[in-house]
Structure formats: structure tokens, C-alpha cells
């Protein structure tokens, strides 16, 4: 299983991209207004790096689906930085094709070697994590690992906190689970939605996902015995007590939030083994998708 593999290798791949990641300047420069791009598990790592780019006070940082990112000259954006495993990905494509000349673009890729790398300005290659697998794992978060790293992040305890994720037990109540809702807040949003990603794709579940005071507002309502509210990062004040009386488990660990979505990526293969499925080729879905 490839999937397995590769997620376990990923406290080895975000100790590299960090060093990569603090040994040069940040990306796009302080100041900049950006928009940070990617299809699927690449976009939400783009909501994530664009709250944490915009907190660390580096300038209005926007991320968007690459198939719903208009950009024309009208938006302002004095960068555009693009997330692809694969460099191959037909919105992506499209996009830098359309910006081309206009806004300077880095994209941060698996392989050197691809269409995007011929239509970006700038590229960062992970060729340490790209993967077999279709589902991605440690590709997403080296490439976010990298981009905190740009920010002046100290990762160190992030890739211990992955290596406690990937010793710590599974739950069997998470590998039973009817249902998974998953909450972030700030820069976890993003994490929340590739959480609820990786268990679609991976094991066919049935997933959600919100920022955590957004969950009050109507999606607690199907909060239930048997059903899981997995939070990434702090806890609102009075959320736990409100899932709490719906019966649903609470699940919020202390642990750094990207190595808490190392934990999902385990419920998430260990889901698949207990249904007779193969991880690595999710139903419909192809490595990277193309039209
Ligand atoms: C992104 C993507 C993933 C999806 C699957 C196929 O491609 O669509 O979001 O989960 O792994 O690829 P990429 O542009 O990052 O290669």
C-alpha cells in the first residue's frame, strides 16, 4: 500500500522542506498581495497557507479553487502562487496559462519535470514527496511545511508531533464511526476540509466539514451517538459542551494540527482495510485530473 508509505514518511519530509523552506526568502515577498491556487487537497493546503500568510501580517493573501480564480488585472494581485503534485492538473494549467506575463507565479510542485514548470515563473520542486499513491498524503502537507517554513516557522516540534500521530493507537469507535464532521478555525479550516477529503477518497466515508463556529449554525444537526466532531487547533469556547449533549464523540487533541491530520490519514487507511478497499485507487478518481 503506498498510501501507508508514504504517510509514514512524512516527519522525514517535513524535517527537509523545512530546512529547503528556511534557507531561502519568503515567497512571494512581504508585502505582496497574493493569490495561492490548487484543485482539491492542493486548494485546501492553499486555504491554510493563505491564513497563515495573512496572520504572520505578510500582506492580504486570498486562496481560491484554480477553476474559480478570475484574476483578472482588476483583483490587484501582485503574485499568484500555485499548488500541483502533479504539474499537470487542467485548471492549474489553465490558469498560469491565463496570468502568464501579467502576474509573476511560483508553483510548488512534486516533479521538475511538467507542464506547469514551462508556465510558471518561478518553481519550488518536492521531488522527496511526491508519491504513487492517488491519494495524497505527504506531498500536501510538505509542500504546507514548506510554506511555513518560508513564513519563519520553526517546525521542529510539529515533526515530533508527527511522529507521536503515527505511533499513537487508531480508536476502533473512529474506525467504526458512522460519520465524520471536522472542524478548524483560522489556517485549520483548510486542514478540517482535506481531513474530511482524505476519508472520502481513501475509505468511502461519509464526511464533513466547517469552520467550528460555523458548525453551530445548522450542521450540529445531524450530530448524533455513533457520529464523530474531530477539531483541529483550539477549542471555542462552549463548543465541546454543545457537542457533547448531541451524544456525537468530541475529538480535539493538543498536538500540532497539520501532525493531527497525520492521525486522520491513518483512520483513513485503517477505514479502507476494515471495508475490503484499496486506498491508493479511490472510485472516479484518477492521480491527477485532466480533462
Ligand atoms: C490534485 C488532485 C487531488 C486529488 C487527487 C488527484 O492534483 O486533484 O486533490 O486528491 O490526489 O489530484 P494536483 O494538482 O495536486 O496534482
Not at 19 to 32: C, D, M, N, T, V
Not at 57 to 71: H, I, K, M, P, R
Request: charged share 25%; with cysteine.
Amino acid at each position: 500500500v503506498h498510501m501507508e508509505r508514504e504517510l509514514r514518511s512524512q516527519p522525514e519530509t517535513w524535517r527537509e522542506a523545512a530546512r529547503i523552506g528556511a534557507s531561502r526568502p519568503p515567497l512571494p515577498k512581504e508585502g505582496q498581495r497574493v493569490a495561492v491556487v490548487g484543485c482539491g487537497t492542493s486548494w485546501f493546503m492553499a486555504q491554510s497557507y493563505a491564513s497563515l500568510r495573512e496572520a504572520a501580517g505578510l500582506g492580504v493573501t486570498d486562496a481560491f479553487a484554480a477553476s474559480e480564480a478570475f484574476l483578472g488585472t482588476d483583483r490587484g494581485y501582485d503574485a499568484l502562487v500555485a499548488i500541483t503534485r502533479s504539474g499537470t492538473t487542467t485548471e492549474v494549467l489553465r490558469l498560469l496559462e491565463s496570468v502568464k506575463g501579467r502576474i509573476p507565479t511560483v508553483t510548488v510542485l512534486g516533479d521538475q519535470d511538467t507542464p506547469a514548470t514551462e508556465l510558471s515563473d518561478e518553481v519550488v520542486a518536492l521531488p522527496f514527496a511526491d508519491e504513487r499513491s492517488v491519494v495524497q498524503t505527504r506531498f500536501a502537507t510538505t509542500a504546507l511545511a514548506l510554506l511555513r517554513a518560508h513564513l519563519g516557522e520553526d517546525l521542529t516540534a510539529s515533526v515530533g508531533d508527527a511522529e507521536e500521530a503515527l505511533a499513537c493507537p487508531v480508536e476502533e469507535e473512529w474506525v467504526d464511526a458512522e460519520q465524520f464532521s471536522f472542524l478548524g478555525t483560522g489556517w485549520t479550516v483548510g486542514l478540517a476540509n482535506e481531513a474530511a477529503l482524505k476519508m472520502r477518497e481513501a475509505s468511502q466515508s461519509w464526511t464533513e466539514s466547517y469552520p467550528a463556529m460555523e458548525y453551530r449554525h445548522g450542521p450540529i444537526s445531524i450530530a448524533a451517538p455513533g457520529r464523530v466532531t474531530w477539531l483541529f487547533g483550539p477549542s471555542p469556547a462552549g463548543l465541546e459542551s454543545e457537542v457533547a449533549r448531541t451524544g456525537a464523540r468530541f475529538v480535539s487533541h493538543g498536538r500540532d494540527p497539520m501532525a493531527d491530520l497525520v492521525l486522520v490519514q491513518r483512520v483513513a487507511l485503517e477505514r479502507a482495510r476494515a471495508r475490503g478497499l484499496d486506498p491508493d485507487n479511490p472510485r472516479s478518481l484518477t492521480r491527477s485530473v485532466m480533462l
